[in-house]
């Protein structure tokens, strides 16, 4: 069975670096045959899918909504909730490893809950928003402690080693 990697982050509109930065990790994701999870919309989560499908990459998004309005450009398997930001759980539960670029409230409850499911975390270093500090916040708590750091070429294989 293939291999799925969550991609979670802000969904607001991304300085061009971060975009490109997501933009990379999702074409990394199809490059090594797994399949991109996210949560449907736009910013990091429409900047990775775009990478994935740019090489033939198989996207999947987790809409908060029921209609799919919100859903980006990018995405094979539109999957719509009507959950709101509770279909984090969702995300995060649907992948082997989850990576984090940039982000903000929602991006820490899915690190949250990745952590509590088991599932690796890897934050792209200089991403900024969680992704940047989250590690460094709770260094002292064994759980986040498991978190990895990793540069933007180097965020799939190490979610990968740790599934």
Same mark, same amino acid.
């Given at each position: 069975?293939?291999?799925?990697?969550?991609?979670? $982050?802000a969904?607001?509109?991304?300085?061009?670096e971060?975009?490109? %930065?997501?933009?990379?990790?999702g =074409?990394?994701?199809?490059?090594?045959?797994?399949?991109?999870?996210?949560?449907?919309?736009?910013?990091?989560?429409?900047?990775?899918?775009? $990478?994935?499908k740019?090489v033939?990459?198989?996207?999947? $998004?987790?809409?908060?909504?029921?209609?799919?309005?919100?859903?980006?450009?990018?995405?094979?398997?539109?999957?719509?909730?009507?959950?709101?930001?509770?279909?984090?759980?969702?995300?995060v539960?649907?992948?082997? =490893?989850?990576?984090?670029?940039?982000?903000?409230?929602?991006?820490?409850?899915?690190?949250? %809950?990745?952590?509590?499911?088991?599932?690796?975390?890897?934050?792209?270093?200089?991403?900024?928003?969680?992704?940047?500090?989250?590690?460094? =916040?709770?260094?002292?708590?064994?759980?986040?402690?498991?978190?990895?750091?990793?540069?933007?070429?180097?965020?799939?294989?190490?979610?990968?080693?740790?599934?």
């Open positions: 069975m293939r291999k799925r990697i969550a991609v979670i $982050g969904d607001a509109k991304l300085p061009q971060i975009a490109s %930065m997501a933009e990379r990790i =074409a990394d994701i199809a490059r090594n045959n797994c399949i991109l999870v996210c949560g449907g919309r736009g910013g990091v989560m429409e900047a990775a899918c775009r $990478g994935a740019n033939g990459g198989l996207t999947v $998004g987790i809409l908060p909504s029921l209609d799919g309005a919100d859903a980006n450009e990018y995405l094979d398997v539109m999957i719509t909730t009507g959950l709101g930001y509770a279909r984090n759980s969702i995300v539960s649907a992948a082997d =490893a989850v990576i984090a670029v940039n982000g903000s409230t929602g991006t820490l409850s899915e690190i949250g %809950m990745a952590l509590n499911f088991g599932r690796p975390v890897v934050v792209v270093e200089g991403s900024g928003g969680v992704a940047d500090t989250v590690k460094e =916040a709770f260094r002292e708590d064994a759980l986040v402690r498991s978190i990895v750091k990793a540069k933007p070429g180097r965020a799939v294989d190490e979610a990968l080693k740790r599934t």
